[in-house]
């Protein structure tokens, strides 16, 4: 289903790149049909966002970073959408900042656990987490609930790109700091999270590397400074109005 | 795929159940992996909007309804996500109006046609066109410009929601009337239309069809009227405030 010819001259050619590939995660079982929507819904937000990583958005990935070169036991939560769009990016994020990875699916089955673990593989990760299932996020249903006990259950820090909003509020409800990626500042992933980052995954993930690199050799007094200048809800009003008027004013 | 329980605790079950009426729409065959990513970007649109008909787009309902009640051979052109999401809809304003329903798609394949075909004459439609394909819209790539010569290619009206952008483009060069539904008021589609309703296509297209039954006695005069007291501009910059602002001024 996804050998559709784009004809070069469309306006939109890369942005129907980008669909494809994600269409390739369909195909190799990794991306959701849900996750297909998901991803309609970032680009209509990114096409409002200007399709660009805004101040605000900058300033909150240096943050994340910083939260993640702090944390006893980081851990990076992959969906379908994040491992088709940048497993490479996150595998060497992982690295830089000494994280695990942990799959962590809305619609889990072991099919699509095995096709994202594997496919992380194949872009350099060694351990991956997440088949385990040994541990419970409190307050949410069945299946959605499930995560490895010595993975995000144990973590104290976790990225969460694009995580669904029931459960970025029970993993914030256990007292994790969360790192949320999405393009909706209004969402409640967003409004949950320690450090809403409004911005595609895409431009994100890569970003949030590069501070951590930067930041390597900051003593942990700098870093904490760093973490406790933040401010998430000036960031998520910035975000709004970057999104409502197209333009980024001062908080 | 598309068996997975929404729990009905979930904040925005309506529009997961929206969602799957589109899964299933997959599974029947008639709605791409494109369809879900658009599904996706309209519905980031109608949260922005508030999920509601504003003011603006009701009237481009009333106009888009005298328009086709004036027209010599109006056509209701069918997409896989509009046949997924409001087939019996279109049937109706199809009756009303007595329009002709053309399926007409981005990706067009055979199986994809005909299942579309069939789920229409499943929900009432007794002619649907679209399988002649012996027209061309002129000025766009192969596939894409196929058309019916008796349907769309002959039609003086035609009601095309959720197009492409540069099917869009090429039909309004025919000189042909194009009634949009679309979400994205800054979209090529909704800027090249002669009438942009910014709506959902849920709501859009019975209310269009309860605008065509209170006007089926209007004079062609009273008719005419309508139709020339719209202006297209203001309609998508009403709509572009709404989106941006969350609210709806005077134009």
Tied chains: 1, 2.
Excluded: W
């Amino acid at each position: 289903m996804s050998d559709i010819a784009v004809p070069e001259s469309h306006p939109r050619y890369e942005s129907l790149l980008t669909r494809h590939r994600i269409e390739a995660g369909v195909e190799k079982g990794i991306t959701s049909q849900q996750g297909l929507i998901a991803q309609g819904r970032g680009e209509a937000f990114d096409y409002l966002l200007g399709e660009r990583t805004i101040e605000s958005a900058d300033v909150a990935a240096r943050v994340a970073a910083a939260h993640l070169l702090l944390a006893e036991h980081p851990v990076l939560s992959v969906n379908g959408n994040v491992a088709a769009l940048c497993p490479g990016e996150l595998v060497e994020l992982a690295d830089v900042v000494g994280a695990d990875l942990e799959v962590n699916l809305f619609n889990r089955t072991d099919e699509r656990m095995r096709a994202i673990v594997d496919h992380l593989r194949e872009h350099g990760a060694t351990d991956v987490r997440g088949l385990t299932a040994d541990g419970r996020i409190p307050g949410i249903d069945h299946e959605r609930a499930k995560v490895d006990a010595e993975g995000i259950g144990a973590a104290d820090v976790v990225l969460v790109p694009l995580e669904d909003g029931d459960r970025a509020e029970a993993l914030g409800a256990m007292g994790t700091v969360e790192l949320v990626v999405d393009l909706n500042p209004l969402s409640r992933s967003a409004q949950v999270a320690t450090v809403p980052i409004v911005d595609n995954v895409i431009r994100a993930v890569p970003n949030v590397t590069r501070h951590a690199r930067d930041l390597t050799d900051a003593s942990e007094a700098d870093l904490r400074a760093i973490v406790e200048a933040f401010d998430a809800e000036a960031t998520l009003d910035a975000a709004e109005r970057a999104i409502r008027d197209g333009t980024e004013r001062e908080a």
